[in-house]
């Protein structure tokens, strides 16, 4: 998708695409920057762990329930990215009374916990979405997306987050670009 042939006229290089910065640290929006619109699925709330997660939970957080949110992620009007989130729920305390600041999960650790995220482990796996996925994602059936299994560390101990994010990169590439 970098160069455009046109019969008769030769070919050009097009102009690159806005990249989703996912593969940093940083939390969505930052990394896509304005133009963002978050539609919470499911509001944060006590869950069972799911039985498999790439980057297993430590015996610690498995000792209690787990929080867990899901949103849908878009650019304008265009959905991108599909969220789904988990953490101890006994790391958090009062975490389910309190609202996103400024609609950003980083930034509530980061505000109201002053704990911030330090580092992550991250798989990418391509597959074909499945009924519900392409639904939320506005793509047909057995399209391919992306899926970014992450486990976030946080400065606090026995704080990791962990997420599935399933992408639609049609639209928006997913890049690693992180200027501070």
């Not at 998708?1 to 006229?9: D, L, M, Q, S």
């Not at 990394?31 to 699925?41: M, P, S, W």
């Not at 498999?52 to 849908?72: C, M, N, Q, T, V």
Request: charged residues 25%.
């Amino acid at each position: 998708g970098f160069i455009e042939k046109e019969h008769g006229k030769g070919s050009r290089v097009t102009e690159r695409r806005q990249t989703l910065g996912l593969l940093t640290v940083k939390g969505f929006s930052e990394a896509v920057g304005e133009n963002v619109k978050t539609i919470f699925l499911q509001k944060p709330h006590h869950a069972s762990w799911p039985e498999k997660l790439p980057f297993p939970p430590g015996k610690k957080e498995l000792a209690s329930d787990s929080i867990y949110f899901e949103r849908l992620r878009c650019v304008g009007d265009t959905p991108v990215m599909l969220e789904c989130n988990w953490f101890s729920a006994m790391e958090l305390e009062g975490f389910l009374a309190q609202k996103f600041v400024e609609g950003s999960f980083f930034k509530t650790l980061s505000q109201q916990y002053l704990i911030e995220v330090t580092e992550s482990e991250q798989e990418l796996r391509a597959l074909f979405a499945d009924e519900k996925t392409a639904d939320l994602l506005k793509i047909e059936k057995g399209s391919p997306i992306l899926q970014i299994s992450i486990k976030f560390s946080t400065s606090k101990p026995n704080l990791n987050i962990y997420s599935f994010l399933y992408c639609n990169t049609d639209k928006y590439p997913i890049g690693n670009i992180y200027t501070h």
